[in-house]
């Protein structure tokens, strides 16, 4: 296979070293990411299954509020990407500065709207869990609220120094971040007998300190992209149109995404808290296989970004098909030992028997349909999004959540009482359906014409 330099004649944006640099850190710092999330479970099921299934419940809240702003970070992500395509480093600062505003602004607003009725929230969405997981869930809620600001300017810095090629940056904080978490809840959980609050304490923490480290590295002014005093408040209505045009399509999107999980999820809560802590270990182990492709997905911003705004669309389409080959060849290699080592893996988590036995068959479906279908319908439509093309991904994945992920995992899991293998197998319909939609978009070529900047 020819490099990219060869391929190009010399005129390559990217080298194979650079894809390497690029790639390797995100692929640690997701993984890091899902560490935190396992590391609230593992260490919060000393608490028993109650508190397992209320950190799985709030974690599905507020992933969808996360949705909102991580949106917001896509688009600043993108359009930043294009200006450095371009060379028009004063337009990036400049996005980069609406970006983390924006971000904020948001993160805080929903702090305040959310905080006085966590309880109504999480009983609403989950109206027939039981007391204990809603006064559980209820406590983790409020941690979780009061980190959303700082997860917000971390976020944002993080998709910014990803848009330069950096991406060493933000797993080096995400490290700090994880020594925070788990030491925090070693202490709070297994010291000071705090249980989710101690396991929310932690988070906050790790979050506070994370944030204020990328907001002090984003303000040097040697790196590509820079904000200068990013206190000092200030509102460019044109360049957060720009960002927006990317940032809504992908926040509807996610947040639908979200709304239809948290729909499904309640579809399991109907039987019974062993399948409420299955779903939720077979979610945490089964995204170990999914990383690789993700981080692919967050790299691919850079690279697709800066290949169309330097007006070079068969250098994004080159990278495109590499990188997705790469999705799938690190998913396969992962999938693999987890679907033969799944009971081990689940016995880890220390669930009572009936939970144990269905979280691993559902690891083992997932394992399948992952290797199949996962990076084309994840990894590939963020090729197209870097390309501006966000609204025709925004379409075709409301249009497949609701029919396969929420209507056919109730005729299967509900009608057919097939439980929380109904529930999963309405998801694999998903995912064939957004991948058939993706690749014959990516092959068609439209996305290549799209304009953000």
């Known amino acids: 296979?020819?490099?990219?330099?060869?391929?190009?004649?010399?005129?390559?944006?990217?080298?194979?070293?650079?894809?390497?640099?690029?790639?390797?850190?995100?692929?640690?710092e997701q993984l890091l990411a899902v560490t935190i999330g396992m590391a609230d479970t593992i260490m919060v099921a000393s608490a028993g299954e109650a508190a397992v299934s209320a950190i799985s419940l709030v974690d599905s809240?507020?992933?969808?509020?996360?949705?909102?702003?991580?949106?917001?970070?896509?688009?600043?992500?993108?359009?930043?990407?294009?200006?450095?395509?371009?060379?028009?480093?004063?337009?990036?600062?400049?996005?980069?500065?609406?970006?983390?505003?924006?971000?904020?602004?948001?993160?805080?607003?929903?702090?305040?709207?959310?905080l006085p009725i966590r309880s109504e929230i999480i009983g609403t969405i989950f109206g027939s869990i039981e007391s204990i997981v809603l006064n559980f869930g209820s406590?983790?809620?409020l941690f979780i609220l009061l980190s959303?600001?700082?997860?917000?300017?971390?976020?944002?810095?993080?998709?910014?120094?990803?848009?330069?090629?950096n991406s060493k940056v933000s797993l080096w904080v995400s490290i700090l971040m994880n020594i925070i978490n788990i030491t925090g809840n070693a202490y709070f959980i297994f010291v000071l007998h705090l249980g989710v609050v101690g396991a929310g304490l932690a988070t906050l923490l790790s979050r506070i300190v994370g944030a204020l480290i990328m907001l002090v590295l984003i303000t040097n002014k040697n790196n590509q992209i820079f904000i200068h005093r990013f206190w000092r408040f200030e509102?460019?209505?044109?360049?957060?149109?720009?960002?927006?045009?990317?940032?809504?399509?992908?926040?509807?999107e996610g947040s639908v995404f979200q709304v239809g999980k948290l729909l499904v999820q309640g579809f399991i809560a109907v039987f019974g808290t062993a399948s409420i802590a299955a779903n939720a270990i077979a979610n945490s182990v089964a995204s170990f296989a999914n990383i690789p492709?993700?981080?692919?997905g967050l790299a691919s911003i850079t690279v697709v970004g800066q290949s169309i705004g330097a007006k070079k669309a068969d250098q994004a389409v080159f990278y495109s098909k590499r990188l997705l080959f790469i999705s799938y060849?690190?998913?396969?290699?992962?999938?693999?030992p987890i679907y033969f080592f799944a009971p081990q893996i689940v016995h880890i988590f220390n669930l009572s028997s009936e939970a144990t036995e269905l979280a691993s068959g559902v690891i083992r479906t997932a394992m399948i349909a992952s290797t199949v279908l996962w990076p084309t319908a994840f990894t590939l439509p963020?090729?197209?999004?870097?390309?501006?093309?966000?609204?025709?991904?925004?379409?075709?994945?409301?249009?497949?959540?609701?029919?396969?992920?929420?209507?056919?995992?109730?005729?299967?899991?509900?009608?057919?009482n097939f439980g929380i293998y109904g529930v999963w197998l309405g998801m694999y319909c998903d995912w064939l359906c957004r991948s058939l939609c993706f690749i014959v978009r990516f092959s068609h070529g439209k996305w290549k014409t799209k304009k953000v900047i």
């Open 329 to 336: 060849l690190s998913l396969i290699s992962i999938a693999i």
């Open 139 to 141: 406590t983790y809620f």
């Open 61 to 114: 809240i507020t992933i969808l509020i996360v949705q909102l702003f991580a949106a917001f970070a896509t688009g600043g992500a993108v359009v930043s990407s294009q200006y450095l395509g371009r060379k028009d480093q004063a337009s990036a600062n400049i996005a980069a500065k609406q970006l983390l505003t924006l971000s904020i602004a948001v993160s805080t607003s929903l702090l305040f709207v959310c």
């Open 382 to 416: 963020n090729f197209l999004r870097a390309a501006g093309d966000a609204k025709y991904t925004m379409v075709i994945s409301m249009f497949s959540m609701w029919t396969f992920r929420v209507a056919v995992s109730y005729i299967l899991a509900i009608m057919f």
């Open 235 to 252: 509102w460019r209505w044109e360049m957060i149109k720009r960002i927006l045009r990317i940032g809504i399509p992908n926040g509807i």
């Open 148 to 165: 959303l600001p700082f997860l917000a300017a971390y976020n944002s810095c993080a998709a910014l120094f990803r848009s330069m090629g």
């Open 293 to 296: 492709a993700q981080a692919i």
């Open 1 to 28: 296979m020819k490099t990219p330099v060869q391929h190009f004649e010399g005129n390559a944006l990217f080298t194979r070293q650079f894809l390497y640099k690029l790639i390797v850190p995100l692929v640690i």
